[in-house]
């Protein structure tokens, strides 16, 4: 299934491992040249805005070609190119793909415009064609499985955030199939979906052996944490309440089971920062930080006690105390949760990264231990004693 070679793949690791260690001090950086050196690796780019660069340029040339296939599908005026013509240009767009992923190029930027384009092409097409049907559903269907599918080919990781959201996308359409009761348990459909694929993606990626999956998994599962706590926000229950089914509170009333969403929106921010602080998630921790503050702005979206400029202030006052209180207290400790940057940016970082990748670059293999002798004065213990023997 996947168009990379994995040898590859898996040097790409070790490179990005190494890369860790050499910003946490424990190897030089010519010593990271040398194992860069020694594994052959994709031609790929880390630098974020030469990327974006990449991608305009991939995009511009895919659009040239799917131009190119337009001016040829019209110049035979023909009324049908429409209902075909988006769909040779996702044709155009995967097997672009595929030729840039033949000559290595991954992480690029070149083969993120062409990947996208492709699975972009695809819903335009299948939504022209399905128009006279439930459009939104079935498009969002074909959408899920063709960026699922890229992502295991290419292992393309906005492929799978695509992925995340039109799969989320076909949950919700097919609640709205069902009418107002669908509509009316959608929130806690969504909540036990993404709690089950929470914990799926977690023992994935607890068992997981191929570490090139392991990027994709973890979006995966923190957009599940998202997808969760938004899922059963009071703020989002009664608009979506308001738009799908005509809800109207007056003053003086509330949206039905009211007291539950009140509670989830208070107390799943504060579960996730206390699992973040006892795993030592950093991710968790940020989404607990902005789940935090959707809470706060749910607040303040029905309830204004202060005025705006008052709370603002006393808001910032409070974060900052916390802040300088956190730092006094964590600033000295060496372990667990503390203040000190970390050596090695990536909490989950491969067990022996670096004997690793020296045993990859090296072809090392692992010595056998065997006990010691221990008979000192013979020199039998590594030459340890005064014997004539070494």
């Given at each position: 299934?996947?168009?990379?070679?994995?040898?590859?793949?898996?040097?790409?690791?070790?490179?990005?491992?190494?890369?860790?260690?050499?910003?946490?001090?424990?190897?030089?950086?010519?010593?990271?040249?040398?194992?860069?050196?020694?594994?052959?690796?994709?031609?790929?780019q880390s630098n974020i805005l030469v990327r974006i660069g990449?991608?305009?340029?991939?995009?511009?040339?895919?659009?040239?070609?799917?131009?190119?296939?337009?001016?040829?599908?019209?110049?035979?005026?023909?009324?049908?190119?429409?209902?075909?013509?988006?769909?040779?240009?996702?044709?155009?767009?995967?097997?672009?793909?595929?030729?840039?992923?033949?000559?290595?190029?991954?992480?690029?930027?070149?083969?993120?415009?062409?990947?996208?384009?492709?699975?972009?092409?695809?819903?335009?097409?299948?939504?022209?064609?399905?128009?006279?049907?439930?459009?939104?559903?079935?498009?969002?269907?074909?959408?899920?499985?063709?960026?699922?599918?890229?992502?295991?080919?290419?292992?393309?990781?906005?492929?799978?955030?695509?992925?995340?959201?039109?799969?989320?996308?076909?949950?919700?359409?097919?609640?709205?199939?069902?009418?107002?009761?669908?509509?009316?348990?959608?929130?806690?459909?969504?909540?036990?979906?993404?709690?089950?694929?929470?914990?799926?993606?977690?023992?994935?990626?607890?068992?997981?052996?191929?570490?090139?999956?392991?990027?994709?998994?973890?979006?995966?599962?923190?957009?599940?944490?998202?997808?969760?706590?938004?899922?059963?926000?009071?703020?989002?229950?009664?608009?979506?309440?308001?738009?799908?089914?005509?809800?109207?509170?007056?003053?003086?009333?509330?949206?039905?089971?009211?007291?539950?969403?009140?509670?989830?929106?208070?107390?799943?921010?504060?579960?996730?920062?206390?699992?973040?602080?006892?795993?030592?998630?950093?991710?968790?921790?940020?989404?607990?930080?902005?789940?935090?503050?959707?809470?706060?702005?749910?607040?303040?979206?029905?309830?204004?006690?202060?005025?705006?400029?008052?709370?603002?202030?006393?808001?910032?006052?409070?974060?900052?105390?916390?802040?300088?209180?956190?730092?006094?207290?964590?600033?000295?400790?060496?372990?667990?949760?503390?203040?000190?940057?970390?050596?090695?940016?990536?909490?989950?970082?491969?067990?022996?990264?670096?004997?690793?990748?020296?045993?990859?670059?090296?072809?090392?293999?692992?010595?056998?231990?065997?006990?010691?002798?221990?008979?000192?004065?013979?020199?039998?213990?590594?030459?340890?004693?005064?014997?004539?023997?070494?």
């Amino acid at each position: 299934m996947i168009v990379h070679d994995k040898k590859l793949l898996e040097n790409s690791v070790l490179i990005d491992e190494a890369e860790n260690l050499e910003n946490g001090g424990f190897i030089s950086k010519e010593q990271k040249k040398l194992i860069k050196k020694g594994l052959p690796s994709f031609n790929s780019q880390s630098n974020i805005l030469v990327r974006i660069g990449f991608y305009l340029l991939g995009s511009f040339l895919h659009s040239s070609i799917c131009g190119v296939v337009a001016l040829i599908g019209f110049s035979g005026a023909s009324d049908s190119f429409l209902n075909v013509g988006f769909f040779i240009f996702a044709i155009t767009g995967f097997a672009g793909a595929e030729v840039l992923s033949s000559q290595k190029y991954h992480n690029h930027g070149l083969d993120d415009a062409f990947i996208l384009g492709g699975i972009l092409n695809l819903g335009i097409a299948v939504a022209f064609l399905t128009e006279s049907f439930n459009t939104g559903i079935v498009t969002a269907v074909f959408v899920a499985i063709a960026s699922f599918i890229a992502y295991m080919r290419y292992l393309h990781l906005l492929s799978m955030l695509v992925f995340c959201f039109a799969a989320s996308a076909v949950l919700f359409f097919g609640m709205f199939e069902i009418g107002d009761i669908g509509k009316t348990i959608l929130p806690f459909v969504a909540m036990l979906t993404s709690g089950v694929f929470y914990f799926f993606t977690k023992r994935k990626i607890t068992n997981l052996k191929e570490a090139y999956y392991y990027n994709g998994l973890v979006l995966s599962n923190n957009f599940c944490l998202i997808l969760f706590y938004l899922s059963c926000n009071y703020l989002v229950v009664r608009e979506l309440s308001s738009e799908l089914l005509g809800v109207d509170v007056q003053p003086g009333q509330d949206i039905p089971f009211a007291y539950f969403f009140y509670a989830f929106t208070f107390i799943v921010p504060i579960v996730y920062l206390v699992q973040a602080l006892r795993t030592k998630n950093r991710i968790m921790l940020w989404i607990s930080f902005a789940a935090i503050a959707f809470t706060v702005f749910t607040i303040r979206f029905y309830y204004s006690v202060l005025p705006i400029e008052v709370a603002l202030t006393l808001g910032g006052l409070v974060m900052f105390a916390i802040a300088f209180f956190s730092i006094q207290k964590l600033k000295n400790k060496e372990s667990g949760l503390t203040f000190k940057p970390d050596r090695i940016n990536h909490s989950n970082a491969i067990l022996n990264a670096q004997t690793l990748i020296v045993a990859s670059v090296l072809g090392v293999k692992p010595e056998i231990k065997t006990e010691s002798p221990m008979d000192f004065g013979g020199g039998g213990f590594s030459g340890g004693g005064s014997g004539e023997s070494f």
